[in-house]
C-alpha cells in the first residue's frame, strides 16, 4: 500500500454513459497525476495538477476527459460519453514536489474500466 | 517529445545480476531518469532515480553516462519475485514551468527463472 487511493477498483459501464473517478493522494503530497494503461502497454500520461492547479494536460487527450482537483486534495477523473477504447486501467500517482525533473512517484492501484 | 527505448524482454536465472538499458537521445537539461517496477494489475512502483554518473540504493544502481543519452538498471541477485515490467521514465518538459508530459517507455519485461 503505497497510501494513494483510488475509488472505485472496478467499474463497467455501458457505452455513452459518463463514468467518475476519484483519487486520493498521499495527504502531504502537492503533486497529483493521472495515467491510462492498456494491456501491454506502459502507462500513458493523461494529465498532472500541482495542488490545486492544472498544469499540464496530454495532447492525445479527448476533450470528453476531464479532471479536478479542488483545494488541492483529492481528484477526480470524468469520462463523458464513454466508448469501448476507453477501456483500460486510469492509474493516479502523487508526488511531493522538488523542482522540475523530479519524478518519484507514488501509485495507487488503479481504477479499470471496462467499456461494454 | 523526448521518447524511450528499451528492450521488450529479457530473462535471467537467480541470483544472477540483471542490467536493462534505456535510451533517451532527447532527454532534456533539467529532467532526472526515473525507473519503475510494475506487477501485474497493481499501479508501478519506484525503484531509483538519478541525473548523472551513479546511484545506488538498497534494490538496484543506476548508471548514467555523461551525455545522458542512455541509463542502465542493475538488479543485483535477482529472485523469483523480481519478475515484472520495468519502466524507465523520462520527463519532458512543458510550459510555464511545468512537468510537461511524462512518458513511460514500453517496459522491460523480465523474467527471473530458477
Known amino acids: 500500500d503505497t497510501g494513494v487511493s483510488q475509488n472505485p477498483r472496478h467499474k463497467i459501464t455501458k457505452r455513452g454513459q459518463n463514468v467518475t473517478f476519484r483519487c486520493d493522494p498521499i495527504?502531504?503530497?502537492?503533486?497529483l497525476y493521472w495515467y491510462r494503461q492498456t494491456l501491454g502497454q506502459g502507462p500513458e500520461f493523461l494529465t498532472y495538477?500541482?495542488?490545486?492547479?492544472?498544469?499540464?494536460k496530454s495532447r492525445l487527450l479527448s476533450d470528453r476527459f476531464s479532471a479536478e482537483r479542488p483545494k488541492g486534495s483529492f481528484s477526480t477523473l470524468e469520462i463523458q460519453r464513454t466508448e469501448q477504447g476507453d477501456s483500460a486501467m486510469y492509474l493516479c500517482?502523487?508526488?511531493?514536489?522538488?523542482?522540475?525533473?523530479?519524478?518519484?512517484?507514488?501509485f495507487g492501484p488503479g481504477t479499470r474500466l471496462t467499456v461494454t | 517529445l523526448a521518447k524511450t527505448t528499451q528492450p521488450i524482454s529479457m530473462d535471467s536465472y537467480e541470483g544472477q545480476e540483471v542490467n536493462i538499458t534505456c535510451s533517451h537521445n532527447n532527454i532534456a537539461t533539467n529532467d532526472y531518469i526515473t525507473w519503475y517496477q510494475q506487477f501485474p494489475s497493481q499501479g508501478p512502483r519506484f525503484i531509483i532515480q538519478?541525473?548523472?554518473t551513479k546511484v545506488t540504493n538498497e534494490v538496484a544502481s543506476l548508471f548514467i553516462p555523461a551525455d545522458r543519452k542512455s541509463s542502465t538498471l542493475s538488479l543485483p541477485r535477482v529472485s523469483l519475485s523480481d519478475t515484472a515490467v520495468y519502466y524507465c521514465?523520462?520527463?519532458?518538459?512543458?510550459?510555464?514551468?511545468?512537468?510537461?508530459?511524462?512518458?513511460f517507455g514500453k517496459g522491460t519485461k523480465l523474467s527471473v527463472k530458477p
Open positions: 500517482a502523487s508526488s511531493l514536489g522538488r523542482g522540475q525533473g523530479t519524478y518519484e512517484q507514488y
Open positions: 495538477f500541482q495542488n490545486e492547479a492544472q498544469l499540464e
Open positions: 538519478g541525473y548523472k
Open positions: 521514465l523520462v520527463g519532458d518538459k512543458g510550459y510555464g514551468g511545468s512537468q510537461g508530459n511524462l512518458i
Open positions: 495527504s502531504e503530497h502537492n503533486r
